[in-house]
């Protein structure tokens, strides 16, 4: 059975650091990409991170960007997302997704691309 599992997340002050994981079961792991998405009380899904297959490509959201890093590790079967800087407006749900692909598929913001999804975990950030 497929699954993904996300931790890391608490209640911060602006301007601290969140790590959040989030560890699958099952084999499709290496072959998948994988994104973290938000989503704030009242408002639309956002996309915020994705990293590719292969690790190499990865993109952010704006708002994000200089801040937030996505990383994976594909023995642990983890993908990572380091928050800093952190600022009320990224307080949300966060949840991770992961996608199988080909090595040269390209990479997707759209959430419903994703096939698989954790359960999310809060992040509130106070000022």
């Known amino acids: 059975q497929v699954q993904l599992v996300e931790s890391g997340g608490g209640s911060v002050q602006a301007g601290d650091s969140l790590r959040l994981s989030c560890t699958a079961s099952?084999?499709?792991?290496?072959?998948?990409?994988l994104a973290w998405f938000r989503q704030a009380p009242g408002k639309e899904r956002e996309f915020v991170a994705l990293?590719?297959?292969?690790?190499?490509?990865?993109d952010y959201v704006d708002s994000v960007k200089g801040r937030f890093i996505i990383s994976r590790d594909n023995d642990r079967k983890t993908v990572y997302l380091q928050m800093n800087s952190l600022k009320p407006e990224d307080t949300a749900v966060y949840s991770c997704?992961?996608?199988?692909?080909?090595?040269?598929?390209?990479?997707?913001?759209?959430?419903?691309?994703?096939?698989?999804w954790g359960q999310g975990t809060q992040v509130t950030v106070s000022p």
């Open positions: 997704a992961a996608r199988r692909t080909i090595l040269t598929a390209p990479v997707t913001r759209n959430y419903e691309d994703y096939e698989y």
């Open positions: 099952g084999g499709f792991f290496s072959r998948s990409a």
């Open positions: 990293i590719s297959r292969g690790g190499g490509t990865s």
